[in-house]
């Protein structure tokens, strides 16, 4: 019976001190996530501001024919398209196992290349 | 021919017992099972040799001076061995999912519910405290944590805890499913939880493996080997300053110290000692504690699932048990059987990781209430 006593206690105890333990590691993840996201999201915001500023110039009526569009322009919209090209396709990966993808090997190959491009160890981020 | 000379030639065969011979053709087991099923090959062939190496009549390998005796007291007396493949492991590992969605943290604790039960089942069997918690940490479902763990609290008895850690964990995908089936209704299964992406920087993946080493090791001093050494491996995963020693980490030392931690727990499966009623009570012990954590994670999982309104699939939460990343895949499987468009993978990998995390400090919890210096 003293084992028993023994062996409930530990269990209280032991369990408690894990639990107690991994929820205060949740809470510093959690906060370091959120220091994370406000850190990018800043810079980003600041982006968007510049962005906006941008938008109303264009605002101005554009030339009809495409030939007479400066080239600061021609720049501006190209990077806007593969800007969008680029985020729709890292957009694409979480629609894709969102819905129904049609096939479990389509969806995976979506995943594997989302992961190991967030994972490569040996590359630095910019 | 004088007789002694004879008794001399022959003394290897005449020093054959029943137990020797039943030991070596539980080595020939293991290595069959590494073989052929290719269950955790890596730790039960070498275990395999060793048991079959022990067991020779008047093996020279466990002499005084002996190889296996060697590799014993070099790396599985002091601890160094699980340590070593523990910096191996943290090297491997991707908290990524866990960094994502750190709420999954609970379901680690959730766990390791089984490690206790085992414990209070062994205390009513008439194990001792230390051997009951010993057999307890099988539940921990992580090799390197058992050995740890059983090493210090009860030595002579690592060799059933290790062969019954390392096959339970081989069959893990044959124990999970009915567990998993059991608990949960056909619904439940089918749970379709949308995974949202988040770029985790590399700042955040440096400062988890310091936060957790410094958080864990001030809170629970007898964690800080394990826990320090798993994070030592995933700093230098992520920092990608070191990559050659990450390399070496988690190929060369890991493989070798693999070798020898097989080897030298082979070498404890001495007949006379191997061969009891307790070992058989280990080994139902160990199967039993793997199906509670499997239940008790499920549990959480479904407890989770009613806190959530019915968006969160309970069977991830059988993920929480360690056995990475094997139990994540399993999980999946289990999804997609019942709906092959569900894929909850990165979320039972998530939990999966906090096993990990959970199975190292509930070791180190234990040690810590069981008094072990």
Not at chain 1, 77 to 85: E, G, K, L, P, Q
Not at chain 2, 90 to 97: K, M, N, Q, R, S
Not at chain 2, 133 to 153: E, F, H, K, N, W
Request: with cysteine.
């Amino acid at each position: 019976m003293d084992n028993v006593g023994f062996g409930l206690y530990l269990t209280l105890y032991g369990m408690g001190t894990v639990l107690g333990l991994l929820l205060l590691l949740m809470l510093a993840l959690k906060a370091v996530g959120w220091y994370d996201q406000r850190r990018t999201v800043r810079p980003a915001a600041r982006e968007g501001n510049a962005a906006a500023r941008l938008t109303d110039q264009l605002h101005e009526p554009l030339p009809q024919n495409p030939d007479e569009l400066s080239p600061e322009l021609l720049a501006a919209i190209s990077i806007a398209v593969i800007t969008h090209a680029r985020v729709r396709r890292g957009q694409a990966a979480p629609a894709m196992r969102q819905f129904e993808p049609g096939s479990q090997l389509f969806a995976s190959r979506w995943v594997a290349v989302g992961r190991s491009y967030q994972n490569h160890p040996w590359r630095r981020e910019n | 021919m004088d007789p002694s000379t004879l008794q001399q030639l022959l003394q290897g065969i005449s020093n054959v017992t029943w137990q020797s011979v039943v030991m070596i053709a539980i080595g020939g087991l293991l290595i069959f099972l590494a073989v052929a099923r290719e269950y955790e090959p890596l730790l039960l062939l070498p275990i395999g040799a060793g048991a079959i190496l022990t067991n020779l009549p008047l093996s020279p390998l466990i002499g005084a001076d002996g190889m296996l005796t060697a590799l014993y007291d070099m790396g599985v007396a002091n601890e160094l061995f699980p340590l070593l493949i523990f910096i191996g492991i943290g090297a491997l590992t991707d908290f990524g999912p866990l960094l994502e969605n750190p709420k999954m943290v609970l379901l680690g604790a959730a766990g390791q519910f089984g490690i206790f039960l085992t414990l209070i089942l062994a205390l009513m069997m008439g194990f001792t405290r230390n051997e009951a918690a010993s057999i307890g940490i099988i539940g921990a479902i992580d090799g390197p944590t058992s050995i740890y763990v059983s090493g210090i609290l009860a030595p002579h008895l690592l060799g059933p805890i290790t062969v019954a850690a390392y096959s339970y964990m081989a069959l893990v995908p044959l124990i999970m499913p009915p567990v998993m089936r059991l608990l949960t209704t056909k619904k439940e299964r089918a749970i379709k939880m949308p995974y949202t992406q988040r770029t985790i920087s590399q700042r955040t993946r440096i400062l988890f493996p310091i936060i957790v080493t410094i958080g864990v090791g001030t809170l629970v001093p007898f964690a800080t080997p394990l826990i320090g050494m798993l994070m030592l491996g995933n700093l230098m995963r992520e920092s990608k300053v070191v990559e050659r020693l990450t390399q070496a980490s988690s190929n060369e030392l890991a493989n070798v110290v693999t070798l020898f931690l097989g080897l030298a727990i082979g070498s404890t499966m001495k007949g006379e000692d191997f061969l009891k009623v307790g070992t058989l009570a280990i080994l139902g012990l160990g199967l039993l504690a793997f199906v509670l954590d499997t239940a008790t994670g499920v549990l959480f999982g479904k407890a989770m699932c009613l806190a959530s309104g019915g968006k969160f699939n309970p069977l991830i939460g059988a993920a929480g048990i360690s056995a990475f990343p094997m139990a994540a895949r399993v999980v999946q499987k289990e999804a997609s059987r019942e709906d092959f468009s569900n894929f909850i993978l990165m979320h039972a990998m998530g939990a999966n990781a906090a096993g990990q995390v959970a199975s190292v400090v509930a070791g180190g919890v234990l040690l810590a209430l069981m008094g072990a210096g």
